[in-house]
């Protein structure tokens, strides 16, 4: 059980928008540290997607997005394409287990 | 464009050492304010953070992992190392190495290398 909580999966239709959630806490992302996400194409090596819960890496398209508030951070995808099936991460830092963190990951099919 | 490549046995004996060696290229080791690490993932899991090192030779390891790990830098080859001493099979895993870049003190990673599978079997 991963201290940052993702859906395990979650799925939609191309062309729709999807969200993805990572849960957190008080230590981590309730205690103001920034989320970075990540895209793991099936077979590939992850790629940063969002850093600094907002920001988008040169490359990405604005079709993905981040945000963050009090304990909880999504990414949300619009205009889904098939090339968006994926896994995603999140990732952050928590002060009680002093290190980085990544989520459990979310797989996304597109219907 | 900076580029990181693993090196190192792909299987290696239960209890004992699991050595592997990033090579980086298109960037020094010792510029910037990046932090050198190491991720791995377990078949078909996630991703797990076990470690890095700080140019400045900091290391921050992963708690449940620290008694077996020690990760180094080799600024004359522009390389840094991961070794996990006393493997179980639970240590079978994909291991990438990664170049962090500090943000607001959560660092995210820029640039992975290819990853690489290591299997503990006798």
């Known amino acids: 059980q991963s201290v940052l909580t993702q859906p395990p999966s979650v799925s939609g239709a191309p062309g729709q928008r999807v969200t993805i959630s990572c849960s957190g806490s008080?230590?981590?992302?309730?205690?103001?540290?920034?989320v970075h996400w990540y895209q793991q194409l099936p077979g590939t090596v992850p790629k940063l997607l969002i850093y600094?819960?907002?920001n988008r890496p040169s490359g990405v398209p604005a079709r993905f997005s981040g945000s963050k508030s009090g304990t909880s951070a999504s990414l949300a995808i619009t205009g889904l394409q098939a090339e968006d099936e994926a896994d995603y991460y999140c990732?952050?830092?928590?002060?009680?287990?002093?290190?980085?963190?990544f989520g459990g990951g979310t797989k996304l099919t597109v219907l | 464009q900076v580029q990181l490549l693993e090196s190192g046995p792909g299987l290696v004996k239960p209890s004992q050492t699991l050595s592997l060696t990033c090579t980086v290229s298109?960037?020094?080791?010792?510029?910037?304010?990046?932090?050198w690490s190491w991720i791995r993932q377990l078949r078909g899991k996630g991703l797990e953070w076990i470690g890095y090192m700080y140019d400045s030779g900091s290391t921050f390891y992963k708690p449940s992992l620290k008694s077996r790990i020690t990760i180094s830098l080799d600024t004359s080859k522009n390389q840094f190392s991961l070794k996990l001493s006393s493997v179980t099979a639970a240590d079978t895993a994909v291991y990438y190495c990664a170049r962090a870049r500090n943000w607001n003190d959560v660092p995210y990673l820029d640039y992975w290398g290819q990853g690489t599978l290591v299997t503990v079997s006798s």
């Open positions: 008080s230590s981590n992302i309730g205690a103001a540290y920034d």
């Open positions: 298109g960037g020094s080791i010792t510029s910037g304010d990046y932090y």
């Open positions: 600094g819960n907002t």
């Open positions: 990732q952050s830092y928590d002060n009680r287990l002093t290190g980085w963190l």
